[in-house]
């Protein structure tokens, strides 16, 4: 394996934390939990109003292409994992040894991205969203603190499904084709996944002529865009150095975490 080859598939220096948490398999186990909570808060609370922009297009394509199966999404996020741990030819041996450190790590990473967020409000509440959110949810759940709950438990599952785990490898191999170079492939890719992640939570039905539905979220402003840049390629980042699941984590911590602020 080449020595510049990008973090994202390369592997890790074998035997601790950093690299079994890292590994697919692990992300997997990781994150599973969360998808079961998030699933079956949905079917309780009603899917209409919990469903994030990035869950509402990863099933409209599904729909599109004739598969309309309810739990068709969690195991297609499922099977991706298990396809990237086989890529990776990795053992299928998994403890539960690293899960609580896992969430140590997810949370602090949370906590952080929650503490700059806050400081940009100070700085800049004018431009930014009060809530300083990350999620982008399909239909807002009112002041219901279970359908918000949930709602933003998706939102870290599902955009880092699509900007992450989908979106990031398929730009680098683009980018790669385009005979970039692999120390560039990698920050290039992170800087046109993490637009495409902010621009995300803006309306955009009408300018792009599409229909009700496959765009979701706010009026847009200059500073609240920068700042889901920042944070889109913040994450990015991570899912690139420490994998799916302490970026699913990451990102569900500090949407939560939101709730309280």
Do not use: K
Request: glycine share 10%; hydrophobic share 55%; proline share 5%.
């Amino acid at each position: 394996m080449s020595a510049d080859q990008p973090a994202l598939v390369s592997v890790p220096p074998a035997g601790d934390y950093w690299r079994d948490s890292a590994r697919p398999l692990v992300s997997l186990a990781f994150v599973a939990p969360l998808l079961l909570v998030y699933e079956g808060g949905a079917l309780i609370v009603g899917s209409d109003t919990v469903r994030n922009g990035a869950d509402l297009w990863l099933r409209q394509l599904l729909d599109l292409a004739g598969f309309s199966q309810y739990f068709l999404l969690p195991l297609l996020t499922c099977g991706l994992l298990l396809a990237w741990h086989h890529a990776r030819r990795e053992s299928w041996q998994i403890g539960g040894r690293f899960m609580a450190r896992m969430w140590l790590e997810a949370a602090a990473w949370g906590v952080g991205l929650l503490l700059v967020a806050q400081a940009a409000l100070l700085l800049h509440g004018n431009g930014l969203p009060r809530s300083a959110a990350a999620a982008m949810t399909g239909a807002q759940p009112a002041n219901d603190l279970t359908a918000r709950f949930v709602g933003y438990l998706g939102a870290g599952i599902y955009e880092e499904l699509l900007f992450r785990l989908m979106l990031l490898p398929a730009t680098i191999a683009l980018l790669r084709t385009a005979r970039l170079s692999r120390q560039a492939s990698l920050p290039t890719a992170v800087v046109l996944t993490s637009l495409m992640f902010a621009a995300a939570h803006y309306r955009m039905d009408a300018p792009l002529g599409l229909p009700v539905g496959w765009t979701c979220g706010e009026p847009f402003t200059p500073l609240g865009f920068v700042f889901r840049f920042a944070g889109g390629a913040s994450l990015a980042t991570l899912f690139a150095y420490r994998g799916f699941g302490i970026a699913v984590g990451a990102h569900a911590v500090y949407d939560l975490l939101v709730l309280q602020f």
